[in-house]
């Protein structure tokens, strides 16, 4: 193992890191809710009464980030995407997410951050297993094949 | 209204959250992953901000009945170690390694334009309207995260 500094950055990935905490945590004691995107996006497309506003809310603020974080944020702050994989990469992996997600109840957000923040034995199953699954698959594309 | 505009400004935190870790770039995902070659440690900064801020926020979470404006707290209370908790996050796993996007940088990467972004996010639409469809084959009783 060898650490990449070029692209290692501790700071702006630390600071991110709390917004991310901030965020779940207003979440919860606001508005009552896990914020885990693949479960507020997945009750969308299988809707409830009374339950799709606060998803379509979040959402749009979601979507609004890059918006005004190149409006009020300097761009140095932000990586440019390196974004290597096929098309044909992309759409495999997009459904793996997407069922995956649904199925296992959550992703990196929901059992990641959240999950692992309020101490839940399920979401740290979860997390331990997408970890492991992501390092094999990556070893297995970059070093293997 | 109100309860809107907090979603709202929430998912707008984590989107710039996202944003600012690193977390919507691939490249840098996949180079937290690749622990065995050029590795970028930098999402282990992402987790620890997060989960850091997160631990105050869902101890006292734990502690109330409804939420500081008088709304129910939504905690998941399922707590097994179940078939599709795992085999879902395999699934996720192996799909965040192959193309590295879950699903909320994906959803912010969409936002800014990325074309495979784009695709991404259809065919994980799709993959998750596919669990919705089927869901009583793979689940029998439905569990929140």
């Known amino acids: 193992m060898e650490i990449d500094w070029n692209h290692f950055t501790p700071w702006t990935s630390l600071l991110g890191g709390v917004l991310l905490g901030v965020a779940s945590s207003v979440f919860i004691l606001l508005s009552g809710r896990i914020l885990g995107i693949s479960g507020i996006l997945g009750g969308i497309l299988n809707p409830r009464k009374g339950d799709v506003g606060w998803r379509i809310s979040f959402l749009l603020g979601l979507f609004a980030a890059p918006w005004l974080g190149y409006i009020f944020m300097p761009e140095s702050l932000f990586q440019t995407p390196r974004i290597e994989s096929g098309m044909s990469s992309i759409a495999i992996a997009g459904l793996l997410v997407g069922f995956g997600t649904r199925y296992g109840s959550g992703c990196t957000s929901g059992h990641g951050v959240c999950g692992l923040s309020r101490l839940s034995i399920r979401s740290m199953a979860a997390t331990v297993t997408f970890m492991l699954a992501g390092f094999v698959i990556v070893y297995v594309l970059k070093h293997l094949l | ?145």
């Open chain 2, 1 to 145: 209204m109100t309860h809107r505009l907090i979603e709202f400004f929430v998912g707008l935190l984590f989107g710039f959250g996202l944003l600012l870790s690193g977390m919507t770039d691939p490249g840098k995902v996949i180079g937290f992953l690749d622990v065995f070659g050029n590795w970028d440690p930098s999402l282990a900064f992402v987790m620890a901000g997060a989960i850091a801020i997160g631990l105050f926020a869902f101890a006292l979470a734990k502690k109330k009945t409804s939420t500081f404006l008088g709304t129910e707290l939504h905690l998941p209370k399922y707590n097994k170690i179940d078939k599709p908790l795992l085999v879902g996050a395999l699934l996720f796993g192996a799909g965040w390694g192959l193309a590295g996007f879950c699903p909320g940088p994906a959803i912010v990467s969409l936002a800014s334009g990325q074309s495979k972004a784009a695709v991404f996010v259809i065919f994980m639409v799709f993959g998750m309207l596919v669990f919705e469809r089927f869901s009583q084959f793979f689940i029998e009783k439905r569990s929140n995260p």
